[in-house]
T-cell receptor, first 116, second 109 residues
Framework: GAVVSQHPSRVICKSGTSVKIECRSLDFQATTMFWYRQFPKQSLMLMATSNEGSKATYEQGVEKDKFLINHASLTLSTLTVTSAHPEDSSFYIC????????????FGPGTRLTVL | GQNIDQPTEMTATEGAIVQINCTYQTSGFNGLFWYQQHAGEAPTFLSYNVLDGLEEKGRFSSFLSRSKGYSYLLLKELQMKDSASYLCAALDSNYQLIWGAGTKLIIKP
């Protein structure tokens, strides 16, 4: 299947700083990527849908000025958590859909963010 | 509203069979996914059903009944490595995944 990479896999930062997470589709071009957040023992929560060359579509309750998404190319989407606070500590996962394939989403390995 | 229901936790014995059920209510339906997620890792794809019936893939099988809004994941010959959370997700009319909370499966020797 298609491969999606995510970087970094783990990041620890101080409160008030910004953190950028990269999501790359390695062997296919993804016009659409998805960003999820998962708190311990909870399900995946879709944060936003990232569309190449246009603005991301955010889910209700997700602050677009806090979670900046840039999908500058067909293989890269970035999520920047601005002015991070301890409550932003979570597992962030991206996924991408191969437009040449079926409806399956391919997930990156996830990024564990810890804000001190 | 849209909703996915699955049991929170199940326990089974190594070598046995376990069935994890999932019921869904979505705005439109374009298929149902099952994912496996080990602690601290991203989900990995197990199966996709869009037509009624049973899809078998090795030790894992998935069943779908669209009229009942129901699916199950069947795991045979359980191994210790099968201990994980199993996520049910339905694809709605906008091709957006609606996720269940996951079923934590505990395998005992």
């Amino acid at each position: 299947g298609a491969v999606v990479s995510q970087h970094p896999s783990r990041v620890i930062c101080k409160s008030g700083t910004s953190v950028k997470i990269e999501c790359r589709s390695l062997d296919f071009q993804a016009t659409t990527m998805f960003w999820y957040r998962q708190f311990p023992k909870q399900s995946l929560m879709l944060m936003a849908t990232s569309n190449e060359g246009s603005k991301a579509t955010y889910e209700q309750g997700v602050e677009k000025d806090k979670f900046l998404i840039n999908h500058a190319s067909l293989t890269l989407s970035t999520l920047t958590v601005t002015s991070a606070h301890p409550e932003d500590s979570s597992f962030y996962i991206c996924s991408a859909r191969d437009p040449q394939g079926d409806t399956e989403q391919f997930f990156g390995p996830g990024t564990r963010l810890t804000v001190l | 509203g849209q909703n996915i229901d699955q049991p929170t936790e199940m326990t089974a014995t190594e070598g046995a069979i376990v069935q994890i059920n999932c019921t869904y209510q979505t705005s439109g339906f374009n298929g149902l996914f099952w994912y496996q997620q080990h602690a601290g890792e991203a989900p990995t794809f197990l199966s996709y059903n869009v037509l009624d019936g049973l899809e078998e893939k090795g030790r894992f099988s998935s069943f779908l009944s669209r009229s009942k809004g129901y699916s199950y994941l069947l795991l045979k010959e359980l191994q210790m490595k099968d201990s994980a959370s199993y996520l049910c997700a339905a694809l709605d009319s906008n091709y957006q995944l609606i996720w269940g909370a996951g079923t934590k499966l505990i395998i005992k020797p």
